[in-house]
């Protein structure tokens, strides 16, 4: 099993850019699909972006061209580069784990955007 830990969330003006961070531990994390997924007030999580394994890399259509998922798997990293911040984009966002047979969450780091 994965255990994660995010960092790097705050508070950001619009258009401005976060780069968050999951530093993952446990053996599996180097065959384990990470992604990030987003919690907005009163709302259902949402997934943001995943990478596989290999490094095939989906968005979701609202951050597509504005957010860069990326894994360092020598350093058991996952990182979430986000530009051109909106306040739609305010949330707590998760990092996730699935290893074909589990999936772990991490605590959540909050992102806020003002306008």
């Known amino acids: 099993q994965v255990q994660l830990v995010e960092s790097g969330g705050g508070l950001v003006q619009a258009g401005g850019s976060l780069r968050l961070s999951c530093a993952a531990s446990?053996?599996?994390?180097?065959?384990?699909?990470m992604s990030w997924h987003r919690q907005a007030p009163g709302q259902q999580r949402d997934f943001v972006a995943s990478?596989?394994?290999?490094?095939?890399?989906t968005y979701d259509a609202s951050v597509k061209g504005r957010f860069t998922i990326s894994r360092d798997n020598d350093k058991k990293l996952v990182s979430l580069q986000m530009n051109n911040l909106n306040p739609e984009d305010t949330g707590v966002y998760y990092c996730?784990?699935?290893?074909?047979?589990?999936?772990?969450w991490g605590q959540g780091t909050q992102v806020t955007v003002s306008s």
């Open positions: 990478i596989t394994a290999a490094g095939s890399k």
């Open positions: 446990g053996s599996t994390f180097r065959t384990s699909i």
């Open positions: 996730n784990a699935y290893d074909g047979a589990r999936r772990s």
